[in-house]
């Protein structure tokens, strides 16, 4: 088997890439949307903020079998590589997994990491491959999706009318795309506020995020066409950034959302400020975009806090995914 790094403009193989990510995604998780060949082109090329990961497919008689992925970042965590395995359905339980991975831990024992984590969705063989490599399970996410047809607007109305009452304070600013240069260093301190979120046993540093990490991921998500719109709180009396909340747009499927960032600062929590971000974006969303017709979201299943936001938000449980980590 060949194990053959790739790129966005590699068309075959981000053809390959998108068949395989498809076929897998019908067995392990079918309520996933689709990858496309645009969107999987923009991930390769610009990632999540401009540290796209490495990708790899597995090819064997001329056939691509399976797909290897691994990322680290430049800002923080370098002890760690985070790795990814997806084998077409028809080519599993055939050794190639194992070859995948191994190569790849061995790419990251190479670099001087410390620490390799994969993650899979929930099922006896994803636990038993992770156990097999000598991974052990240290959280785990829940997949969640809004359906925004199936929305009692009249509760959103009346918990956003609520929460705002509850916190005076502060004013809502919406904004779309970029923001605004005199903004970014109060925006990325109110970014690393997401540190706080549960991270359960994961062997991970918190995340840095200066000014230039945040102007990357917002151009790195235009560059992959998506649509961002993002809604700030603001004390009223002293001008900070206390909260804000992010949800993307498919450019090319509008109408396909994803919560990304819903954080609040310390000095600001306690005052219902995630609900009324939260509630405030679904009803600019369905004055502004209607044709959005679901938001996905991902929460550590140990964040009772921001799960409860969701579930009053009208928010269903899709699936489970696992993140295992293993020491180097």
Do not use: C
Request: glycine letters at 8%; a negative charge.
């Amino acid at each position: 088997m060949e194990l053959r790094q790739f790129g966005p403009d590699d068309l075959d193989d981000v053809r390959g890439r998108v068949e395989i990510l498809n076929a897998a995604s019908a067995v392990d998780s079918p309520w996933d949307h689709p990858a496309t060949e645009s969107d999987e082109r923009g991930f390769l090329r610009f990632g999540w903020d401009k540290e796209p990961m490495l990708a790899f497919v597995a090819v064997e008689d001329g056939k691509a079998v399976g797909l290897g992925e691994y990322s680290t970042s430049e800002w923080d965590n370098k002890h760690l590589a985070w790795l990814g395995v997806v084998v077409a359905p028809e080519h599993r339980r055939r050794g190639y997994g194992t070859q995948i991975l191994e190569a790849l831990v061995e790419r990251a024992r190479g670099e001087g990491r410390s620490s390799v984590g994969i993650d899979a969705w929930e099922s006896e063989t994803a636990i038993a491959f992770a156990t097999k490599h000598g991974f052990e399970r240290k959280s785990q996410a829940i997949n969640r999706r809004q359906t925004l047809a199936d929305i009692d607007w009249t509760t959103v109305e009346r918990d956003r009318e609520q929460a705002a009452a509850a916190t005076a304070a502060y004013e809502l600013v919406r904004r779309t795309g970029l923001t605004p240069d005199d903004e970014l260093s109060a925006l990325a301190g109110l970014t690393a506020a997401i540190n706080d979120a549960p991270t359960d046993d994961l062997d991970i540093e918190d995340e840095v995020f200066p000014p230039e990490r945040v102007r990357d991921y917002e151009e790195a998500q235009l560059g992959r066409k998506q649509a961002l719109f993002r809604i700030v709180a603001r004390h009223r009396e002293t001008g900070e950034l206390a909260g804000h909340t992010v949800v993307a747009v498919e450019e090319e499927r509008p109408w396909i959302g994803h919560q990304h960032d819903t954080a609040v600062s310390p000095a600001h929590r306690g005052n219902r400020l995630g609900l009324l971000l939260k509630a405030d974006m679904m009803l600019w969303l369905r004055a502004d975009q209607p044709q959005v017709l679901t938001v996905d979201t991902w929460n550590a299943e140990s964040n009772d806090h921001m799960i409860g936001v969701n579930k009053a938000l009208g928010y269903q449980i899709l699936g489970r995914g696992l993140q295992f980590q293993r020491d180097l």
